[in-house]
């Protein structure tokens, strides 16, 4: 009699091995651009200096706005963001994201782990192979 039931349970828990799994943070395949408010000002292009203010947060499958923990803001260290485009002096997602913006811009970009921190991460506030959705202001091109 515990036979028949021990094999019914085997098969049960064989079939939720094999269903659907839950969408995970590396099953971001591109980067994602979304413009919030397109702005009026000069244009961010290649060799061109930016700057930027900007939120951080790893990507959740889960939450709504697929915004998990909050790992940087430069909105809250009171820092802004300069770099040159094409310079590899940030991610790739992020240099990608922000190209083709204008000043006054704002824009939201989900970045696949492969153009963030891959599979190396970033300190302890970035896990590897973690997808990660910026918001971004360009407020500046020099």
Same mark, same amino acid.
Request: no cysteine; charged share 20%.
């Given at each position: 009699?515990?036979?028949?039931?021990?094999?019914? !349970? @085997?098969?049960?828990?064989a079939l939720g091995a094999f269903?659907?799994?839950?969408?995970?943070?590396?099953?971001? @395949?591109?980067?994602?651009?979304?413009?919030? %408010?397109? *702005?009026?000002?000069?244009? !961010?292009?290649?060799?061109? @200096?930016?700057?930027?203010?900007?939120?951080?947060?790893?990507?959740?499958?889960?939450?709504?706005?697929?915004?998990?923990?909050?790992?940087?803001?430069?909105?809250?260290?009171?820092?802004?963001?300069?770099?040159?485009?094409?310079?590899?002096?940030?991610?790739?997602?992020?240099? &990608?994201?922000?190209?083709?913006?204008?000043? *006054?811009? %704002?824009?939201?970009?989900?970045?696949?782990s492969g153009m963030g921190y891959?599979?190396? *991460?970033?300190? &302890?506030?970035?896990?590897?192979?973690?997808?990660?959705?910026?918001?971004?202001?360009?407020?500046?091109?020099?």
């Amino acid at each position: 009699m515990y036979r028949p039931l021990a094999l019914f !349970a @085997t098969a049960l828990l064989a079939l939720g091995a094999f269903g659907p799994r839950p969408v995970q943070a590396d099953d971001v @395949t591109k980067l994602t651009i979304t413009d919030q %408010k397109v *702005g009026t000002g000069n244009t !961010a292009r290649d060799d061109a @200096t930016v700057t930027i203010n900007y939120t951080g947060w790893l990507y959740d499958a889960k939450a709504p706005d697929h915004r998990g923990a909050k790992f940087d803001s430069s909105y809250e260290s009171g820092r802004p963001l300069t770099f040159a485009i094409g310079a590899e002096e940030v991610i790739s997602g992020m240099d &990608s994201g922000v190209k083709g913006m204008r000043v *006054g811009g %704002k824009r939201e970009i989900i970045i696949p782990s492969g153009m963030g921190y891959g599979h190396h *991460g970033a300190g &302890s506030k970035i896990p590897p192979d973690h997808a990660l959705v910026f918001d971004i202001e360009l407020v500046g091109v020099h």
